[in-house]
Each structure stands twice: as C-alpha cells, then as structure tokens.
C-alpha cells in the first residue's frame, strides 16, 4: 500500500523569515581546518541575480562517508562538520558555504568523483531544482564519474564543475539560457 | 593532480535501495499562470540522478536547531499577537506508512492581517509587534508535530489582476535523505481563493491539491483557547526493489 505524496510548492519571497540559519553556510564549523569556500552566483534566464533564492548543499566527507545510518559502510561522524549548509541569496545573487572537499563515493556504478548534492529554492519555482558540484582538481575521477559520463554534451557537463577560486571553488547556477546549468530529477 | 579513486579499487558494491520517483505529483517548474516562472525554470530536460549514497542520506538536524519555545509562534514576543489562535498539527509519513521521527520542519508565515515581516512586503496591512511568523519543530518518535500559531491572512500579490494568496503556511522539511526534502504550503479549508491561485492550480492532480489542505480539527480543539488543524504530511518512500533503468544510465539524447 503506497500512500501519495504531499506536493511541493514555492518558498515564495519571504523564505527569509523561516529558513536562514545564523550558521547556515557552515557546513563545516568557522576556523575549522581545511575549510574551503564555494561562492557562486544564481542568475534566472535573462542573466539576472536571483536575490530571492536559497541554495542547500549535501555531501560526503573527506573520505567520502557520511553521517547517516542508510551508508551501508556505517555512520561516521566528523566532529565540526555537518555535511549540510543553506545559504540565502543575496540582492547580487551571490551564496557562499563553507567546508571541506568530500572525498569520491563508492556506487555499484563504480566509484562517483567528488561532488556535492545541490537544491536551488526560489520565488518563481514551484519545486526545487537539484544539481551537483564536481571539482575541477579531478580530471581523471571526473572521466569516470558514471552520473558525469551519462551526459553526452561536454558543455552540459562543463556547467557541473566548479571552477577554482583563491579561497576555494567557483560554481555559478544559471536556471536558464545561456550556459544553463545541468539540473536531475531525483 | 587528481588523486586515485580508492587505495586498491574494490569491487563495486551492491546498489542501495532508492526512494519512489512522484515528479507526476508536482508542479512543473514552467508553469505560465505563475508569471516569475518564466525565466526562473530550466530549458533542458531534466537528466535522471540514480540514487546513490548521496540521495539516500541526508542531514539529521537535532534538538540544537531547535528553541523551547520555537512551535508556539504566539509566544516569541512580549505580549500576544492579533488573530485567530489555533493549533495545527499533524504526521509525517513516508509513502510506506512508516512514520518519518525526528525530523525538523520549520515554518513561516503572513500575520492575521496577510502581511509577512519581510522588507519586500509593502502592501497595506499592519505589522503586529507581536508576530513573526517563523516556527521550528522536530517530530516525535510516531513522526508527530503540533505548532500554536494565529490564522494568516489572505493578502494581495501581483501576479494578475486583483490577485490573492489564499491564506496558507509555508512548511520545509528534511525526511532522512537529500531525496525526501520538501518544502510545500498547507492550506485551509474551504478557501474561497483557490479557484484564482496559480500555486494551487500548478499542481496537475486535483487529488493531489487537497493534501495540502488541512481538516478542521473540533476534536483537538482546546476548549476556550484555540482552534485546531489537522494536516498530515507524506514524505517519498523507498522503493521496495532496486529498478532496472536506475542500474543502467542511459546516455543523454539532447
């Protein structure tokens, strides 16, 4: 017996009173060693920032585990690191988080690069949009990644890798049009 | 350099049990009776993500996200806020019946008026000094969550001519896995608003509409303090077998 499930709808323009986290963009703990910073900027079909928006990211550790019991490797626990940020948009569009490289994740696929789950919310979206961030330091785990190799255009697949930054990685979202971002259903 | 992949290349492991695809139960994200959809919505097909070990875990947010008084939004300030106390409530289940435990749901919404405290909302409705309109809350073990909130107002937008939002709740939700999260908006009985809502008129399934509506709850009610709502929420299951086309991915075709 299959119950249906409940629909989704948008976070509208005032997810700001409900969903921001003071730590939010901390996936990994302030000052905590080996942090990198992912900035990007969400821009709509026309180019522009999208300053109403919220990105979530999900992700391994370091040696690509997680803390969750369904990992059939076991939970590991990492202390300062929650694998998980949230980080509104701002008026520029820009999002930050802040953490640590995961590590590549075994799959009956064969082993996944590096990456990280992203979901981007916005007025405007009636659902979530769902990504992933590849790392542009893993050429060759990246050739082999079986979700990347699944998608035929280099260019597509170029929108999923993260560019590198001083203080980290690059990774802009475009929803639409020129350089549109690679999104799945999940 | 890129690192290699894994010390000494084990075999793969067996595929994980992935969760129950419901994209049929959603809004599409291009929806043109919702106007600010047209240029926030992908042009291309959306690719399918198998589910791996990613998509079946998540975060398990805990009691530290969550204040004492963090489900009872008439409380976060010094004196009561306007408006029609009540109750909502309710389960989270996942597809299979089973109860979804201690998972945090956060909530926010307009005042009784239908004004949010938000620097976007401008229109002609008071602020009431003693509402936010932010709630959190984890469910218990049987998957059950309760707020005390007021009833939120309707309130105008702009997306067509004398446009309303029939009064509603926005809810966010985690489940256990990247795969279940949710964000959605419950609504009230018998609003006379929905027939002009595109939020509300996006979802394809009639059915599938009124599970965002509540049921007006006399039983939990609270004799001279609150009204009560009832309103169940089902999270994605998981599937009982692993399915042939998620082993296989199947080679782009745009």
């Not at chain 1, 370091?62 to 019991?69: E, I, M, S, T």
């Not at chain 1, 690191?81 to 590549?104: I, N, Q």
């Not at chain 1, 050429?139 to 929108?159: C, F, H, K, Q």
């Not at chain 2, 005042?111 to 936010?132: C, E, K, V």
Request: with cysteine; net charge negative; glycine share 10%.
């Amino acid at each position: 017996m299959t119950a249906p499930t409940t629909p989704s709808q948008t976070v509208g323009p005032y997810l700001h009173i409900g969903l921001p986290w003071p730590d939010g963009r901390f996936a990994l703990a302030e000052g905590a060693p080996g942090g990198v910073w992912i900035r990007g900027v969400l821009t709509d079909g026309a180019g522009a920032p999208i300053g109403d928006g919220l990105v979530e990211t999900w992700q391994a550790d370091p040696d690509g585990r997680f803390d969750h019991p369904d990992d059939p490797r076991g939970a590991v626990s990492r202390p300062g690191f929650r694998g998980f940020a949230r980080c509104p948009t701002d008026a520029e569009g820009r999002f930050a988080v802040h953490t640590l490289k995961p590590g590549p994740v075994p799959s009956h696929l064969g082993p996944q690069a590096p990456h990280i789950d992203v979901s981007v919310f916005a007025r405007g979206m009636l659902n979530r949009t769902v990504t992933r961030i590849y790392f542009p330091d893993e050429p060759e785990a990246n050739a082999a990644d079986p979700v990347l190799r699944s998608i035929a255009s280099e260019s597509a697949r170029a929108t999923l890798v993260a560019g590198p930054a001083e203080d980290g990685y690059r990774f802009d979202i475009r929803l639409q049009g020129e350089g549109e971002t690679v999104f799945f259903s999940v | 350099m890129s690192e290699p992949l894994t010390p000494e290349a084990p075999a793969a492991p067996p595929p994980v049990l992935g969760y129950l695809r419901d994209r049929e139960v959603h809004p599409p994200l291009d929806y043109p009776g919702y106007r600010s959809t047209a240029l926030r919505h992908p042009r291309r097909r959306l690719k399918l993500l198998p589910h791996l070990l990613t998509e079946v875990t998540g975060p398990l947010l805990g009691e530290d996200r969550v204040g004492e008084l963090d489900n009872d939004l008439t409380r976060q300030h010094g004196g009561e806020p306007q408006g029609q106390r009540i109750i909502v409530h309710g389960r989270v289940r996942d597809s299979d019946g089973a109860p979804v435990p201690h998972t945090l749901i956060e909530i926010w919404q307009a005042n009784a008026g239908g004004r949010y405290r938000h620097t976007g909302d401008n229109w002609p409705s008071p602020l009431d000094p003693n509402f936010t309109g932010g709630g959190r809350t984890l469910t218990d073990e049987q998957g059950r969550y309760r707020f005390t909130t007021i009833r939120p107002g309707a309130y105008p937008w702009k997306n067509h001519d004398n446009a309303w939002r029939p009064a509603h709740i926005h809810f966010s939700l985690f489940g256990r896995a990247f795969t279940q999260r949710l964000v959605t908006q419950m609504y009230f009985p018998d609003d006379p608003l929905f027939f002009q809502d595109p939020m509300w008129n996006s979802i394809p399934d009639p059915d599938a509409r009124e599970r965002l509506v509540a049921r007006f709850d006399y039983e939990s009610t609270e004799p001279e303090w609150a009204l009560a709502y009832e309103w169940d929420i089902v999270l994605r299951g998981r599937e009982s077998t692993v399915f042939e086309d998620e082993i296989a991915l199947e080679d782009d075709d745009e």
